[in-house]
């Protein structure tokens, strides 16, 4: 009897596992199709985490058509039946997943829902490889304007914007969360030239086409992530310590603006003195001809409006590699973390470089302030304002903390926070609660009245440290 018994056993396991009983089947559940940002809810997915984008794609100036291949390479989260990526517009025209052949659906504004042959078991390395074709459009932002894949006056494109943009033209996980290394090869009319993330991986000519390859091993948020296509001119350089620049210069840029960027090693090493070393593996800028709304912080070589060739900009963008690119905010509302320090940055450059007097700086912001300036909100603003007092209220905000806890522990929380979170993400409350243990001091009221308030601080926090006015 113990032996039939196992029989039995045997046989109703080996029917399982070849199909043909359910006991032991993981069937999965569909991923979510937003990764739960309050903000953007729809914006990225959930189910899974991806590692890498290996993107192909073919681009005619001419005709605006682009034609892709993204390879996804990613792990599972959980068991998945379906998942979803994010696409805006573009025909997807095929997908396959550990390469067999998948179902899609496309739902909503972006949704692209992949249901593979057989379902994804939780902690499972997986491939989706997605092929597609169309003319990327880019989407309307109220208050920024054109945001994604944009057209240049000269025929080329170019790709910026936040918080939505890597969606214009690739299948992606859009959330600020899941950040994966980018690995672009993009084949255009040999007369055009081509700049993205990241190290330079040569080009090769193939008849009137020519091939560019650019890889960026830094994990990227995917709004990070760019190209840029138009009849450059390329300037290539080395930082002190060998990490490759390269400057893309749009025709017709000014030589101001290209004697700003020579600067561009100075600043970085400006910048390390007070954050910490260079956290990416390349630099460098992308100078647009176009006057758009915004600059941009794109990994490893921001992308600048046309308007905007400037130190201040320059110093402002860089000073995202630290503090946005390679600390990431955790949710949009943590956006401070990003803009209020990149902002600062340029204060402690004018301090440096050209000396001028912060606290006069900082006592005449505050004079200057209006009800509605104190209003504005540097954590938890609302979706659609999380771009507007983190520049102006944010840096009086961060000068007045450095006065509040003293310099020294000021400028140790500087250059330790970003290497505490290397490429990682983080809130605006974490960073309260490690400021607080560096500076071995309560933080909450101070961070009530500048950061999470909306009205004007109390004294105490108005005027610390060395900040009171003169009687």
Known sequence: MRYRSAA???????????????????????????????????????GYDVADYNLKIGYEPATKQLTGLQTITGRTTQGLSSFNLDLHGLTVDSVKVNGRKAAFTRTGDH????????????????????????????????????????????????????????????????????KATFHLAITVPSEWGVISNGRERGHFADGPKTTYVWAEETPAVPYMTTVAIDKWEFERTKLSDGTP?????APGTPASTKQAEARLPEIIDFLASKFGRYPVDAA????????????????????????????????????HQWWGDSVAVDKWKD????ECFASYAEWLWSEAKSGQDLKARYLTAV??????????????MGPGNEFTYVYSKGPVALHALKNYIGAAPFDRILK???????????????????????AHKNLQGFF????????????????????????
């Open 245 to 249: 620049v390269v400057n893309a210069y």
């Open 448 to 471: 009530d009245a500048w950061f999470y308030g909306n009205t004007k601080p109390a004294p105490e926090f108005l005027y610390p440290g060395d900040l009171k006015p003169a009687a």
């Open 284 to 319: 460098g800028g992308i100078f647009l001809a176009e006057p758009i709304g915004f600059s941009l912080e794109t990994l490893s070589r921001p992308i600048y409006s046309g308007a905007a060739g400037n130190i201040p900009t320059i110093v402002h963008e860089n000073a």
């Open 8 to 46: 039995v056993i045997a046989a109703v396991l080996a029917a399982s596992v070849l199909g043909g009983g359910t006991a032991l089947a993981d069937t999965g559940k569909p991923g979510a199709d937003g990764a739960g940002d309050s903000y953007y809810p729809q914006d990225g997915n959930g």
């Open 416 to 438: 330790t926070w970003p290497a505490l979170h290397r490429d990682g993400n983080a809130s605006l409350p974490e960073f309260q609660k490690f400021a607080e243990r560096v």
């Open 335 to 338: 956006v401070c973390l990003n």
């Open 111 to 178: 949704e692209l829902v992949i249901t593979p042959a057989r379902s994804l078991r939780n902690h499972e390395r997986f491939t989706a490889e997605i092929a597609y074709h169309g003319v990327p459009q880019p989407i309307e932002d109220p208050a920024l304007g054109e945001n994604g894949w944009q057209y240049a006056k000269s025929g080329g494109a170019f790709v910026a914007g936040e918080p939505k943009s890597a969606t214009t033209w690739y299948p992606v996980n859009d959330t600020p969360r899941d």
């Open 367 to 380: 004079q200057k302030a209006t009800d509605r300036f104190w209003a504005g909100k540097l954590y938890d």
